[in-house]
């Protein structure tokens, strides 16, 4: 019985999915026997082998356009990006990358991993390698999460900093994107940065990293630090908006209707915020809980089933596919 549930509710996702075209804004491939392409997250520990059969698997989506590879803290910066281009194929129409760099100019704290040098000159030598390297590369992520760490990070002045503002404006004259990834309490100083760079796209990763835990006071507080930031964000017309990682925001929301429709709530939240055109579904494949992996595209459809066609396809594929510059060929 057990079996047969298995195999109903498999269909049913396939058939939800099965005409939903999409370009996924943010997914991860790693080989943990790839000492340059190593997960080196030191928050989820050892997270093993990850590559495009696996993704494709997890996916449950045919019509996949084009995907975007999101650095994942890699120890050889350029070789991470070398080595995910040689993976592109049919089956994984890689359409773009965002690749590591440092541009802070300066060594980070202990759990940093990177091998790239400190000062202006080592950050030049590697932008101009990733660009070398493929002609994929589109933008750059240095994860800034601070309070609770992650894997580089150990200070909250980034976006006071001469160094970082010398090493962000670097970006604009390499032609780079730049993915903002931040803690809901630092949202409004990195609108009050980004501002001043207009020419510099910025997609910011995850909705901002929302994360609702403690009691009903503490979510709403929680709530009102994350939207001031968003709106902040959402103000400045270069800025876009991955609804992503929401296992993060509320774990185990696919599993229940009120988690749902939370959930779904947050996303038309968002979208009012930064209006359609500058929002984008991401799979953040394979650091989503597993278990939600192979529904996941499935609740994305129903979240905005309700939405005009036209918008869904910004949403699923359009907009990631605007941002990131992606050549693509339709799928067979």
Known sequence: MADA?????????????????????????????????????????????????DYRKDLQCPKLRACVHVEAFPTNLVEETRWVDSLKSSEFPLGAIVANANISLQKEGPN????????????????????????????????????????????????????????????????????????PHQLTDAAAFVKDFPDVPVNLNHIGSLKLE?????????????????????????????????AYTLPNWWETDEGKTSIKGIVHEVIDMFGASRCMFASNFPAEDAPCRAELYANFKAMVSDLPTDVQEVLFFRNAERFYRIEFTDPA
């Open 214 to 246: 403690g009691d009903e006071q503490e979510r709403e507080r929680r709530m009102n630090l994350w939207r001031e930031g968003m709106k902040s964000l959402a103000a400045l017309p270069h800025v876009h908006c991955k609804l992503s990682m929401f």
């Open 5 to 53: 549930d298995s195999d109903l509710k498999r269909t049913k996702v396939q058939t939800a999915t099965e005409e939903l075209v999409i370009c996924d804004a943010h997914m991860h491939v790693w080989d943990q026997l790839e000492t340059v392409s190593k997960f080196n997250n030191h928050i989820l520990g050892d997270c093993g082998t990850y590559l495009p059969q």
């Open 112 to 183: 940093s991993r990177s091998m790239q040098e400190e000062g202006m000159d080592a950050l030049v030598d590697v932008l101009k390698r990733h660009k070398e390297t493929s002609t994929l590369v589109r933008g750059i992520r240095w994860v800034l999460n601070y309070e609770p760490n992650w894997p580089q990070v150990y200070r909250n002045d980034y976006f006071t900093d001469p160094q970082f503002r010398a090493g962000y404006e670097k970006l604009k004259e390499y032609g780079l994107s730049f993915d903002l990834q931040c803690n």
